[in-house]
């Protein structure tokens, strides 16, 4: 069956199994503390949440998954955000077996990698990359924890928080301080805060980027094209939504907090907003300005080939670039000296307008449905199709139907809408002849 399915095909049934089995262990009596099955569609949500690293949560972590529970729910943050290729590897060269030319060409587009040459080897420096960032996290984030909570409880939370950190997961067990606040207990503390963002860029930059650092070093002449783009537009990102929040919420959000705490603030909003989903502030508390900005952040997501989502950074640099091509009267699409291959703009506009479309819509559903008002439907749906998960509302509160929409959101929004349409899109073969071409009025 596998040598009939593309390979897109096989990523797409891939996580829809990885939510299936997620589903049915979080629906076991044993996996809640008060002993009492999980309705099916918190079930569904909570396991798709998980595995589409998004970060929304019908209940608070802490309080309602007993051990068990939280395991599982972690299990599928690793697999969901390394992709199960990585686990299909990781097994396959523990017993010594043959990665065959189809398993890579899965791989390749599982890193969204440009080529299938040296797939496999990237594929090993992921995992061990993978378990090295967090182990280093989960060691920091102990310094902190192992005071509050004691040794075993602190060492957990921190592996807990490490790996939820790195795979932009937005999961948390700070319930057990105070149920619901995400990271709003450690706001202003740098450690924390951090050591957050730093493993929440780490993964969101993506494996192919690690792959260029770690040959050419702090290089950046000597990066590939993909690699520039990326780390530019990353740091864009993160720097002038900063200076806009801190701007902001000035005296709105983080009027009770000092300056370098606003500042703190103001990265952390910057970072998780792209797909990570922990917050420091509640977000119900932000301007309709911040809001706005905040879906804006959410919409782009973070780079190819990793644990983010969105319509990624290197879209959003060419949809920029493809602007500024145009207004200057240019044929073509250049960065960094180089000229992009005619079609991207294309693929990129396609991507935006499948984005835009869904978002919409679901705004529009949700509306007619729920009680919750337009702002709030927004920040939901673009935290969702973003991967994100920060929330202006309860989750728990919402509507069947509602959850139900942003089940396939975050779904949609971790395959990859474009993926999504292609996997299971049958191929119409070219008209033998070509059309006599007529201009229409643009714009």
């Known amino acids: 069956m596998k040598s009939k399915l593309s390979s897109i095909q096989v990523l797409v049934i891939g996580f829809f199994v990885i939510i299936t089995l997620g589903t049915i262990l979080l629906m076991l009596p044993f996996a809640t503390r008060d002993g009492e099955t999980t309705t099916l569609i918190n079930a569904i949500f909570t396991a798709t949440s998980a595995t589409c690293v998004t970060g929304f949560s019908v209940y608070d972590t802490y309080t309602h998954w007993t051990l068990f529970g939280q395991i599982t729910i972690l299990s599928m943050i690793q697999i969901g955000g390394l992709g199960f290729m990585s686990v299909a590897t990781f097994l396959s060269l523990a017993m010594r077996r043959k990665i065959t030319l189809k398993e890579r060409g899965i791989m390749q587009e599982a890193l969204n990698m440009p080529e299938i040459s040296g797939v496999v080897r990237l594929m090993r420096h992921v995992l061990l990359g993978t378990v090295i960032f967090e182990l280093c996290g989960a060691v920091i984030f102990s310094i902190r924890f192992i005071p509050i909570m004691g040794i075993a409880r602190g060492i957990y939370t921190a592996v807990f928080h490490s790996v939820s950190s790195f795979c932009n997961a937005g999961f948390d067990l700070f319930g057990r301080i105070r149920p619901g606040s995400s990271l709003e207990c450690f706001n202003g503390d740098v450690l924390v805060n951090v050591a957050t963002m730093a493993l929440i860029i780490i993964g969101g930059i993506g494996f192919y980027v690690w792959e260029d650092i770690h040959k050419n070093g702090l290089h950046f002449k000597k990066y590939k094209l993909h690699t520039k783009m990326v780390l530019s537009m990353t740091l864009a990102l993160i720097i002038i939504p900063a200076v806009l929040f801190f701007t902001l919420e000035r005296n709105n959000a983080y009027k009770d907090l000092s300056t370098p705490q606003a500042v703190m603030s103001a990265s952390f909003q910057s970072v998780t907003l792209r797909t990570a989903g922990f917050s420091t502030v509640n977000q119900a508390n932000l301007t309709d300005s911040s809001a706005l900005l905040g879906c804006a952040l959410m919409l782009v997501g973070g780079?190819?080939?990793?644990?983010?989502?969105?319509?990624?950074?290197?879209?959003?640099?060419?949809?920029?670039?493809?602007?500024?091509?145009?207004?200057?009267?240019?044929?073509?699409?250049?960065?960094?000296?180089?000229?992009?291959?005619?079609?991207?703009?294309?693929?990129?506009?396609?991507?935006?307008?499948?984005?835009?479309?869904?978002?919409?819509?679901?705004?529009?559903?949700?509306?007619?449905?729920?009680?919750?008002?337009?702002?709030?439907?927004?920040?939901?749906?673009?935290?969702?199709?973003?991967?994100?998960?920060?929330?202006?509302?309860?989750?728990?509160?919402?509507?069947?139907?509602?959850?139900?929409?942003?089940?396939?959101?975050?779904?949609?929004g971790r395959i990859g809408g474009l993926s999504l349409a292609l996997a299971f899109a049958k191929p119409i073969a070219a008209p033998p002849i070509k059309y006599p071409t007529e201009k229409i009025s643009v714009g």
Request: glycine share 10%; proline share 2%; hydrophobic share 45%.
């Open 303 to 412: 780079s190819p080939g990793s644990t983010a989502g969105g319509i990624k950074t290197t879209s959003f640099m060419i949809l920029i670039l493809g602007v500024i091509s145009m207004l200057s009267k240019r044929d073509s699409i250049t960065s960094f000296k180089r000229r992009l291959p005619h079609g991207y703009l294309t693929k990129v506009s396609a991507i935006l307008t499948m984005y835009l479309f869904f978002a919409l819509l679901s705004v529009g559903i949700i509306c007619a449905v729920d009680t919750i008002n337009l702002r709030e439907t927004l920040y939901e749906v673009f935290s969702a199709i973003g991967t994100v998960g920060v929330e202006m509302t309860k989750t728990g509160a919402l509507k069947s139907l509602t959850k139900g929409i942003l089940t396939i959101l975050m779904f949609f």
